[in-house]
C-alpha cells in the first residue's frame, strides 16, 4: 500500500504573485526537514503539498513528526493511495482507516474531485463508498452534520486519496520566507518564544548571546545551545554568534549612576546586535521583551534602549502576560531548560533600585562616563560562533 503525507497551504495560498516562491522556499524547507527520514519527493499540487516516499527505508512517522513542524503548513494528514477506479477507493478507505472505522460510531464521506475525467461525480463517489462502508462497519450510522469520524476521499490528477481528518499544523509563513532576524538570546524563558514567533511569520533566525565571563559560566551558554536547539526544530539552522560583555559591564557598574546602569546595559546590547546584525545579514533585531514585566521594560526604559535602534526592534510578547508566555514555551519545549538557574549577564550587578522611569536626556548623561564606543569595539573583536541544528 502506498501511503503520503499531505499539507495544506495556509496563508501563502492567498499570496497572490509572491505565492510560487513562497512555495518553493516551503519545499526547500520540507526537503531539509526529511533528510534523515528517508528519500521523498515533495511536490506541490493545487493548494496540496505531497510527500511521497520513495522505495521502503523510509520513516512515516518520523516524516509526519517533522513536517507538524515546519511553518507554512495549515493542516496536515496521512492519505493512503488508491488506483482511480471506484472499487479500488472503496476497498482503501475500509482498509486504511480500519482504525478509525473501528471506533467511531457516527461518519460521513467527503469527496473531492479534482480530476473531472473521473467518471464519477463527488457526490455519487461520497454516496457508494459511504454505503460501502456501511456494509463493511455495520455497528456504524451516517451522520451528516456532527459526525465522529470524516472520511475524505481525494480525486486527483495522478491518484486517488482517502485520509481521516487533518490535524492542524504549525501555521505561519515559510521560515526564509519573510528575510532574516537577529534574534537577542538570553537563556530566559521570553526570548525562544520571542524567536519562534517571529520564525513562525517567516524570519529565519540567526541569535547573539551576551555573555560575561567569568560572571557567567559556560553552564548559562550551554543552556542558550540547547534552547536554540528545541527552537530549530520550527525555524531550522540558527547560527549564534556570542559577545563577550564583561569589561563593558564593569565599566558600567564602576562609572555610571547605578539606578541606570540597566538601561544603559541594554543600549550597548542593542548597538551590538545591530553590529552582528549587519555582519550576519540580519535586516531586524528581536527581543523577548514585554511592557512593564521589569524595570528594564517599562515604557520610559524601552523609549530609551529604542532611541539607538537603527533598525526594526520586533518584541513579539511585548502585550503577552507571563501565563501566556509559559504556555507557548510549554507548547515549543523550552520551558523545563528556560527554568534551569545559571546566572545570565542581566542579573549579575543588578542595581538595587533600578529607575523605572529613565528619561533620554538622563540616560545619555549618563553614558557618558565610559568610553563606550571603545569598549563596543573591543567587544566586538572577540565572537564566537556556533551553528545550531535540532537534527
Ligand atoms: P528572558 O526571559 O528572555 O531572559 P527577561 O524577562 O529576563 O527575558 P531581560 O533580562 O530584561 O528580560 O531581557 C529582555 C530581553 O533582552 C530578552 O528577552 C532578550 O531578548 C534580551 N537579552 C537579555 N539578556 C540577554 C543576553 N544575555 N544575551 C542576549 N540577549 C539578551
Ligand atoms: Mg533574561
Redesign the pocket.
Known sequence: MREVILLKLGEIALKGLNRRSFEDVLIKNIKRRLRDAGEFTVTSRQSTIYVEPLGDGTDMDLAEERCARVFGVVSYTRAGAAEKNLDKIQEQAAEYLREELEEARSFKVECRRSDKKFPYQSPEISAQVGGYLLERYPHLQVDVHHPDLEVRVEVREQSAFVHANARPGAGGIPVGAGGKGL?????????PV?AWTMAKRGLALTA????SPPYTSELAHDKVVRLLRKVSQYAGRIKLVTVELTHLQEEIRDRCPEDLGTVIL?RY?LRAAQQVAEQEGCQCL?????LG??A??TLQAIACTDAVAEMPVFRPLIGADKAEIVQLARRIDTFDT?IEPYE???TIFTPRHPRTKPTLEMVERGEQAIDGKMLLAEAMQNLQTAHISAY
Not at 183 to 191: E, K, T
Not at 208 to 211: E, Q
Not at 286 to 290: D, L, N, V
Open positions: 534574534v537577542l538570546i538570553s537563556g530566559g524563558l521570553d526570548s520571542a547573539v548571546h551576551f555573555a541594554r546590547m528581536i527581543t523577548g521583551e514585554s514585566q521589569v528594564s521594560q528556560s545570565d549577564c542581566c
